[in-house]
């Protein structure tokens, strides 16, 4: 699992390559802190290349949109495949988040 | 009274029909009155008119037998007084004692042809009559003279020149005694055959007054005697108290313009005037007296008198019939209001029966269907209430593979029964819903059912949990009737009776389990069949429900509660049924499942090593011909277990192992997630809501979702000391 993060038309862009299984979740999590921090930009995920998510990746995408909210800011996913999207759906999370 | 009579009269209007009935029947009743009124009256009439004739008749002899004894008299001394002419002096005597002898006799003498002694006066009229003042005396002289020419009267010139006997008209005496007369003369022949003189009698009638008004049928009536020609000969007394219509009587006889009729007979006549004493109705009825004199006799009778038995009777019976009508009126009033209330309390009925209605159609659909078969178990139940609504209640239903089903009886019958039943059975739904061990559902539901439970109302109950894939059954009895387990024979289900719930507020539900052989059937019911009672008050018993139960051993469980149901009706030959009956059986026979492929992955509790427990789940669906999107649904539903049993099966910090079994038949694929940490049955956890705001939502929880979500059944089981997680996805969902 990958993840990149990068400042664009002052948007924070982070794109998310390979499986989010719990073995990985806590390394994401580590890795996406600058996004708890992140009080001044809108965030958007970029899933073109997420191939697999669980529940605990399910939390640390609602953990950031939870902080987002809390500035103002919106939490955009993008790109995402229909297996994972379904999951979105099941959760009722697709409902939460902005979809692109 | 008069709110009362308002009360009345506003029924009546508000119930015309009922109104016109009670005037139809005081019509009918009147016009029966008065037809018989009329009928009476008119036989009353002819009896009048009978009794008239006869009383007519009766004084009419009374005075014809005066008159024939007069003639009698007079004729029988014809031939002596003609013996006595030669000796004109010795008349006087003859004369005066023919007077004296005959009391109504005022006076009898001769009038001789003028100048037949030629020593006598021309007009000689020798005559004996009696002294006005004293009757008794008997005083005689020559009457005739040419002031008193007697040739020129009546008695004489009628008697000589029809040489016959002659009733005179009545006139008033001049000789003698006083009064009223009339004079029967007969002519007295010489020895030559000639007429020599006129024999008269001079006949008081005053005593006829006396003599006709002596005696009536009614005593206000009175007699009248009159001429032919309709001259007043006898009347009433001026005492008497009728005496003032005389008179009118005699002048309505007389007047032939007056209209009268015959009576029946013919014989007699009947005039109807206005009494001129008091302007009531009165008849006179006379009739004219055969042969001579040709007098008329009448009759007068007053109709108030006549009637006055029947006026009576009349208003008795309009007072009566007046009774009657104002009876039926109130009895058809307080039928009425009777019907009222009735209808009122039918009204009610009905509505109370609707409702009834309604409420045994919500009872009969919260009970789940009557058969059900689902992954190797076959289940029947049965509710006959006994009212309308009953205390029994059965339930099933099917969670994460296992069946949870429930009996139970409220005490008492009918709606108070129901409602306590009701919310037992929804609690047992509602709490079922998250929770697998029936005697925490027991306990739940005991507190719910004690609160506030004044109205002391319990209720026995079965809970059973059996676990489909191994045949473990968990239950708990609250002092519900003990089940039977059959299986060829058939026994008693050993059970721990508890208390049944409401009781108790604390009682700690003890739970029980074993496990269920294939092929066997328990048997719950409510003491509904056990003590269903015949018209002897006989009950079934359990030894007939044993030996029903036994020929069916291997038979459906429809077909054994269908036999139970039509035995209980053989039995009790149409008694009423006395208490709710609920019947439910539950066969367990489970079916082998093939495996072609069985395989096991062992890892240590880390979630590191969710890496490899994914790449085997993704393996062995790939394997067995799963599409990737459903291969992608597996490996996220098994992590989540697994990850699950890795947080929090082991306390913190512990090495534990987690076992993940894969197996694949034909029809599904199978994991079993089984660990040896705490018992902890994930399938009790509460669904997530997903509808929720980001802010709303919690982080957790969502793991065990998932798994349902991906899986089409999960099972918790804990099964020699780990929790066995079993996972099935079907091929063709």
């Known amino acids: 699992m990958k993840t990149t993060i990068k400042e664009n038309d002052g948007k924070l862009l982070v794109a998310l390559v390979g499986e989010l299984d719990t073995a990985a979740a806590a390394g994401v999590e580590q890795e996406l802190q600058p996004l708890y921090e992140n009080e001044d930009k809108d965030i958007v995920f970029d899933c073109e290349k997420l191939e697999y998510i669980a529940s605990s990746g ?37 409902n939460l988040f902005n979809f692109e | 009274m008069s709110r009362m009579s308002n009360q009345f009269i506003s029924f009546f209007k508000s119930h015309g029909k009922l109104s016109l009935v009670v005037i139809g029947v005081a019509l009918l009743l009147e016009v029966i ?35 024939n004894y007069t003639e009698g008299v007079l004729n029988s001394h014809a031939d002596a007084i003609c013996d006595d002419l030669v000796q004109p002096d010795s008349i006087y005597d003859h004369l005066q004692w023919l007077t004296h002898v005959n009391k109504h006799f005022s006076g009898v003498g001769l009038a001789f042809v003028p100048g037949y002694y030629k020593d006598r006066d021309y007009l000689y009229e020798p005559w004996t009559y009696r002294d006005e003042n004293m009757p008794d005396t008997v005083l005689y002289g020559q009457l005739g003279s040419a002031e008193h020419d007697y040739t020129k009267l009546d008695f004489y010139y009628q008697t000589v020149s029809k040489d016959a006997p002659y009733w005179a008209e009545p006139y008033l005496n001049y000789r003698g005694a006083k009064g009223l007369v009339t004079t029967y003369a007969i002519p007295i022949h010489d020895s030559k055959g000639k007429v020599a003189c006129v024999a008269g009698v001079d006949l008081s009638l005053s005593w006829l007054s006396d003599t006709l008004n002596q005696r009536h049928s009614h005593e206000s009536s009175f007699s009248l005697l009159l001429t032919e020609n309709g001259e007043l000969i006898s009347q009433p007394s001026s005492s008497h108290p009728k005496y003032a219509d005389f008179d009118n009587a005699i002048m309505l006889i007389n007047d032939s313009t007056v209209s009268r009729h015959k009576t029946k007979s013919g014989h007699f006549t009947c005039i109807e005037f206005k009494s001129e004493i008091d302007g009531s109705t009165a008849y006179v009825y006379y009739a004219f007296m055969k042969g001579r ?3 008329q006799l009448a009759i007068v009778c007053y109709d108030k008198e006549v009637f006055d038995a029947l006026y009576s009777m009349r208003h008795r019976v309009f007072l009566l019939m007046l009774l009657g009508v104002a009876l039926l009126g109130y009895i058809v009033y307080r039928f009425l209001k009777g019907n009222k209330q009735l209808a009122d309390i039918e ?15 919500i009872q009969s659909e919260m009970l789940p269907g009557e058969e059900m078969t689902q992954g190797g178990v076959t289940l029947s139940g049965r509710l006959i209430p006994a009212r309308e609504v009953g205390g029994d209640q059965y339930d099933y239903f099917v969670r994460d593979d296992k069946l949870f089903f429930a009996i139970g009886d409220a005490s008492g019958k009918g709606v108070p029964s129901a409602l306590v039943m009701s919310v037992s059975h929804s609690l047992f739904r509602a709490i079922g819903a998250r929770e697998s061990h029936p005697a925490r559902i027991m306990h739940l539901i005991n507190e719910a059912v004690c609160q506030g439970n004044e109205s002391n109302m319990f209720v026995t109950f079965f809970i059973g949990v059996l676990d489909l894939p191994t045949g473990k059954l968990r239950y708990c009895n609250a002092g519900h009737d003990t089940p039977l387990l059959v299986k060829g024979e058939v026994e008693k289900f050993p059970v721990k009776s508890n208390l049944p719930l409401g009781v108790m507020n604390d009682w700690f539900f003890e739970g029980e389990e074993t496990t269920l052989e294939p092929g066997t059937t328990l048997l719950l019911y409510t003491d509904g069949l056990t003590e269903a009672m015949d018209a002897q008050h006989r009950q ?30 053989a039995f009790v030959k149409g008694a009423e049924q006395s208490d709710d009956l609920t019947l439910l059986a539950v066969r367990y026979s489970p079916q082998e499942v093939h495996f072609e492929l069985q395989e ?31 291969v992608s649904g597996i490996q996220l539903a098994i992590e989540e277990a697994v990850v699950n049993v890795m947080n929090y099966a082991y306390p913190e910090g512990e090495t534990g192992e987690v076992e993940i079994q894969a197996a694949a038949s034909a029809d599904l694929l199978r994991f079993k ?19 929720l705001s980001a802010e709303e939502r919690q982080i957790g929880g969502l793991g065990i979702f998932l798994v ?26």
């Open chain 1, 58 to 94: 399910l939390r640390i995408l609602l953990s950031i949109l939870k902080k987002a909210k809390s500035h103002g800011h919106t939490v955009t996913l993008k790109s995402m495949n229909d297996d994972i999207k379904n999951v979105f759906k099941m959760t009722g999370f697709i």
């Open chain 2, 33 to 67: 009155s008065a037809v018989q009124y009329l009928y009476t009256r008119n036989i009353m009439r002819d009896e009048l008119e009978d009794l008239m004739g006869k009383e007519i008749t009766m004084k009419a002899m009374l005075v014809k037998g005066m008159l």
């Open chain 2, 293 to 295: 004199p040709h007098w």
């Open chain 2, 347 to 361: 009204m009610e009925r009905q509505r109370i029966d609707s409702e009834l209605h309604v409420a045994k159609r």
């Open chain 2, 540 to 569: 079934f018993g359990l030894e007939r429900v044993c030996e029903v139960s036994k020929n069916h051993a291997d038979a459906e469980p429809s077909r054994l509660l269908s036999d139970l149901i039509a035995s209980v009706r």
């Open chain 2, 600 to 630: 096991t992955l062992t890892v240590q509790n880390d979630v590191k090593q969710v890496t490899l427990v994914n790449e085997f789940v993704k393996n062995v669906a790939q394997r067995t011909g799963y599409s990737p999107e459903q």
């Open chain 2, 673 to 691: 997630v089984i660990d040896s940490g705490m018992p902890f049955a994930p399938t009790d956890a509460p669904d997530v809501d997903t509808s």
């Open chain 2, 708 to 733: 349902r979500q991906m899986m089409d059944v999960i099972n918790y089981e804990r099964i020699d000391g780990k929790n066995v997680l079993t996972l099935t996805k079907k091929r063709n969902c």
